[in-house]
């Protein structure tokens, strides 16, 4: 059983710019959600995507977006990156319906500068 | 963004002693979930609980889904170096869970003194 990935692990941006971040869903899996990890707090929910359209959104802006793939895959993308966005960003897959419990990957390290 | 209220922050214990650390809620969960992270990693999923009362173990941990669905802890017992962490806890609203929106705790560090 494959589990969840992410790339890249780490990725340092400047203030303004663009920045995608991608994710392979565990295999079975039908749903991905994204959340965003500052440092020394807990997990903060950005969005999920189930059948490639947003089903969810947490309380961040719109230059907070993503993207599903017909294969589960997952980007979120950031525009006009602000230093507050530097964090661990944390994708997670599960299967709509019932009880499946989320799994995460490992996360990508965004520092913005 | 609303988190769930976890304490303690952080513990410092020896070797084979017991751990127990619990999180509370202003609002109704239907789902709680204990997490554990360690640096570098993504959280690492411990325990599900889908009912009210529900006393669920996974080896040496233990958790329980409070009865008023405001609250859950988590016990560890004889702990060992290898239980350091951060612990987190989640719960979800979703009447049926499925997985997506949890509510996550801000962390308790355990600290494992051989």
């Known amino acids: 059983e494959t589990g969840v990935t992410q790339s890249p692990t780490h990725l340092i941006k400047t203030r303004g710019q663009q920045v995608t971040l991608r994710c392979s869903s565990q295999?079975?899996?039908?749903?991905v959600s994204w959340y965003q990890q500052a440092l020394g707090q807990g997990p903060q929910f950005i969005f999920q995507y189930y059948r490639e359209e947003e089903n969810g959104r947490g309380n961040f802006p719109p230059r907070f977006s993503g993207l599903q793939f017909p294969n589960y895959s997952s980007e979120l993308n950031v525009n006009a990156l602000e230093l507050d966005d530097s964090a661990l960003y944390l994708c997670?897959?599960?299967?709509?319906?019932?009880?499946?419990?989320?799994?995460f990957g490992n996360g990508t390290r965004l520092t913005v500068t | 963004g609303q988190q769930l209220n976890q304490s303690p922050q952080s513990m410092f214990i020896q070797e084979g002693e017991d751990v127990s650390m619990n999180c509370t809620s202003s609002?109704?969960?239907?789902?709680w979930l204990w997490y554990k992270q360690d640096p570098g990693e993504g959280p690492v999923l411990l325990i599900a609980?889908?009912?009210?009362?529900e006393l669920t173990s996974n080896g040496r941990l233990t958790a329980q889904f409070g009865i008023t669905r405001k609250d859950s802890f988590l016990n560890i017992s004889a702990s060992i170096p290898s239980d350091v962490g951060i612990y987190f806890c989640?719960?979800?609203?979703?009447?049926?869970?499925?997985?997506?929106?949890?509510?996550f705790g801000e962390g308790t560090q355990l600290t494992v003194n051989p």
């Open positions: 609980l889908y009912k009210a009362g």
């Open positions: 295999s079975g899996h039908n749903t």
């Open positions: 997670a897959s599960s299967l709509m319906g019932g009880r499946s419990p989320l799994h």
């Open positions: 989640a719960g979800s609203r979703l009447g049926r869970y499925s997985g997506s929106r949890l509510t």
């Open positions: 609002s109704i969960f239907n789902t």
